[in-house]
């Protein structure tokens, strides 16, 4: 069963970086769109920022020019790179498979666990 890891979260102050890691098990990790969401006490889950599998981005206004995704498809891995963190920021943020078809075959979407990001005043 294919799981979604995610790492790097933790405790910054405002103006700091972060690295959020999600690694992927299973070998079929290229041809899928990954996503990045987050969710704040009292507040929807938001997308965050998403890369295709050609490595096409988009992001969410509040953090354009300041997160970064980026994939490894070697290590079956997606990041984002979090620069500039406002208190704003702070959210559990959760890696997300998008559902794909290929051919007859629906893959489905999959959620990682969380990591909590805390941006400090």
């Known amino acids: 069963q294919v799981q979604l890891v995610e790492s790097g979260g933790g405790l910054v102050q405002s103006g700091g970086s972060l690295r959020l890691s999600c690694a992927a098990s299973?070998?079929?990790?290229?041809?899928?769109?990954m996503e990045w969401y987050r969710q704040s006490p009292g507040k929807d889950r938001e997308l965050v920022a998403m890369?295709?599998?050609?490595?096409?981005?988009d992001y969410a206004d509040p953090v354009k020019g300041r997160f970064t995704i980026s994939r490894d498809n070697a290590k079956n891995t997606v990041y984002l790179q979090m620069n500039s963190l406002k208190p704003e920021d702070t959210a559990v943020y959760y890696c997300?498979?998008?559902?794909?078809?290929?051919?007859?075959?629906?893959?489905?979407?999959?959620w990682g666990q969380g990591t909590l990001v805390t941006v400090s005043s």
């Open positions: 890369i295709t599998n050609d490595r096409s981005t």
């Open positions: 997300h498979r998008a559902s794909q078809k290929m051919g007859t075959v629906r893959y489905p979407e999959i």
């Open positions: 299973g070998s079929i990790f290229s041809i899928f769109v």
